[in-house]
């Protein structure tokens, strides 16, 4: 771990050594965005069994986020620059892009992806080979040495089965969403910026998991809940 | 239910009509294809506990699937297309866009939505009020009056977190995937060609879940089990 981070608080001092172990942590954004909570691995360490838990226990869409120095290196766009490109010759999308979100700023959403092994790309094998060769790619960038683009396209393929979400340009100065948030302590962790989150939903209330219930579910099974506001 | 049915299988008019009632029913494809099973509901008839029963129960991507003639009418494109045109501007993207999956034929993915109204997207509230208008866009298209595109354009919005799956245009004549199999099931039941469906997982094996699970569970829930075969 880099030395600057030693004045972060405990809680994220703590969840950082819970992901560099291959743990997953939660991330609370803010009750005055989402209001969510998302279970959260480090893309590296994305085992089916990670898949299995995070459909299980979270229920929402798992995504993988990548830091935006990821996208660039590779070249990835975000999906509303996609389907702006694409209007020209599917005009319906135009009148559809979603360029500001009801919870503030632009969506996240990138490509989709499934791993150039997977079969049919959604089981919990596929979708962990798919979130750990993302997280293959930010360690090469991360690690400044290799051809990231090149070992992005030899290893995945699109449309897929898991969403790809990117870091806004200005990270989180710019935005305070569940993707800064993750990439923010993934790189805190010392781990590449790349990660996989599901947001954590309620079948009682049909809603978001409340932060209560959340926090129940954290001391149920020890792991570390962060609060957005802890990070920056 | 139309006359040209009456010679399906009874299988399948007992799914057809659970479908009307808007009960769940299941569908393997076959075992020489993806050998998957999918939960599916009629999108018209999905409601937040569809949704919270999908994600439980089945596991995989809540998806939304649509004939090809409400595609055509909406003039909605295939992700692979999208990812095309967008690669003019993004040259990453045509080293690879999936052209033909390992299974046969061409991914369904088209764009994701989620409805106008929604929050945050994915909870079992806003992905039921998404479904819903996709259905109710289709339920126009099949009645042949009102103005799809324009249903379409001020209900939904894309990206979002409801992946929209398109009935390849020869329909189960082209590919017997489960978006074509789940849509000849709405065509037969009488209802509008969009369904939502989602593939059942296993956390044992981290593979799809067996048919014979699948024929166990189907018992265990009073569900129909739809063999593709069966589906002309």
Chains 1, 2 share one sequence.
Not at 30 to 52: F, K, M, Q, T
Not at 157 to 186: F, N, Q, Y
Request: aromatic content about 4%.
């Amino acid at each position: 771990m880099n030395e600057m981070y030693e004045a972060e608080p405990a809680v994220v001092l703590k969840a950082a050594a819970a992901l560099r172990e291959g743990r997953a942590v939660m991330i609370h954004d803010s009750a005055a965005r989402e209001n969510e909570v998302d279970l959260v691995y480090p893309a590296i360490h994305c085992g089916p069994e990670s898949i299995s838990h995070l459909r299980s226990a979270a229920g929402g869409l798992i995504c993988s986020a990548i830091g935006n120095d990821v996208a660039r290196a590779v070249g990835l766009p975000f999906m509303h620059d996609v389907l702006a490109w694409a209007a020209a010759s599917y005009p319906v999308l135009s009148s559809i892009i979603e360029t500001d979100t009801p919870y503030g700023g632009k969506p996240a959403f990138s490509i989709t992806l499934n791993h150039r092994n997977s079969f049919t790309g959604v089981t919990d094998a596929d979708r962990s080979a798919t979130v750990k060769a993302i997280g293959r790619v930010a360690e090469i960038v991360a690690g400044g040495k290799g051809d990231a683009g090149r070992q992005f396209a030899s290893t995945l393929k699109a449309p897929g089965h898991v969403p790809l979400l990117i870091e806004a340009p200005g990270g989180l100065a710019e935005r305070r969403g569940h993707t800064e948030l993750s990439i923010r302590l993934m790189r805190i962790a010392g781990l590449p910026p790349a990660s996989v989150v599901c947001e954590m939903l309620d079948a009682r209330t049909h809603r978001s998991l409340g932060l209560e219930d959340a926090g129940q579910y954290a001391r149920d099974n020890g792991l570390i809940l962060v609060e957005g506001s802890h990070l920056h």
